[in-house]
């Protein structure tokens, strides 16, 4: 491999996870494809950081930079702006590759001019789903009560489609198809797709630069900034394609994240703010708003965590900016 120009850059930003960089190492240290360099971007302690890159270093070509308290949008800005590879690989570090995962994104770029980004399935093992609230919520099996709700949101914020591959309606939603084996294994072919999952995407270094990369307005763990570049790539006229066998398994590291989670204003003011840069307002998205307010008491009341209620005050406090 050309270390000076390698055909891909993985990169990975990361945040005090070692462990879960030594596992995704592991897993690219066995890709079928080997014309990769990767780019680490720590956040926290880079001591720790470099002590896991030192085992690495005979089997794999990674450089580490430190990033101090810049966020998640910074650090993958940063990334890829460091990437010497014609192609852009980017990934979470608690994700495990499959075997083929960059050689299934790396062919579909050599198949057309016109193809911005290409992703694939982002799988999050059954025993780990609880560990996403979204997922969970949708895939496990609830009381009578909660059927029904959860019928309500497929028929009238997700067109009765919720497990179509990678589509944002202008509801307000978007589907998780990109997530389920039992959906995968049904794909035989490329689909294009309105966004590329966050923790599974590919671009085209020279994209990256003509639409600016990742937008820092996301504020907080950046919800929404991948939607909005994704966007911004289509609106360049460039295709974003999802390969079924370009395949990582993401393995959410932090037990119980999401009961404790801090950032929901965050995630209600990117909401906003995506939405408001593609979208007409209609009355299903009023309706989506109101559903999000009712499922944050619903969280504050049942995890006894007065921060859910967060994303309330993100969708009052940006809507009446809008």
């Not at 609106?235 to 370009?246: D, I, R, S, T, W």
């Not at 395949?247 to 999401?258: A, L, M, Q, R, T």
Request: proline share 3%.
């Amino acid at each position: 491999m050309n270390l000076n120009r390698p055909l891909v850059t993985v990169c990975i930003p990361t945040y005090n996870r070692q462990e879960d960089i030594v596992s995704l190492l592991r897993a690219l240290q066995i890709q079928s494809f080997k014309a990769f360099e990767i780019v680490v971007v720590e956040g926290g302690d880079i001591e720790k950081t470099k002590l896991v890159k030192e085992r690495f270093n005979d089997a794999l070509f990674i450089r580490l930079y430190a990033q101090k308290n810049r966020g998640l949008v910074n650090a993958r800005n940063e990334a890829w702006k460091k990437a010497r590879g014609k192609i852009v690989a980017l990934i979470d570090d608690d994700v495990q590759p499959s075997t083929n995962w960059l050689k299934e994104l790396v062919k579909i770029f050599a198949t057309a001019n016109d193809i911005g980004g290409v992703g694939g399935p982002s799988i999050i093992p059954k025993e780990l789903i609880f560990r996403r609230d979204l997922a969970s919520w949708l895939l496990s099996e609830n009381s009578i009560i909660k059927t029904m709700v959860k019928t309500v949101h497929f028929k009238i914020f997700l067109g009765n489609e919720p497990f179509v591959i990678n589509r944002f309606f202008d509801t307000g939603a978007f589907s998780i198809g990109s997530m389920i084996p039992r959906i995968i294994d049904k794909l035989d072919s490329l689909l294009e797709v309105d966004y590329l999952d966050a923790s599974n995407m590919c671009f085209s270094k020279n994209i990256l630069e003509e639409v600016g990369g990742f937008d820092c307005d996301f504020a907080g763990v950046g919800d929404y900034s991948e939607l909005d570049l994704c966007f911004r790539v289509k609106k360049h006229g460039y295709k974003l394609l999802f390969n079924p066998q370009a395949i990582v398994y993401h393995c959410p590291s932090e037990k119980g994240v999401f009961e404790m989670r801090s950032d929901t204003y965050y995630r209600s003011r990117n909401l906003l703010l995506f939405y408001n840069r593609y979208f007409h307002l209609n009355f299903k998205f009023i309706l989506y708003l109101i559903f999000l307010c009712s499922y944050y008491v619903n969280k504050a009341l049942s995890t006894k965590n007065k921060s859910w209620l967060g994303g309330i005050k993100g969708i009052y406090e940006n809507w009446r900016r809008k």
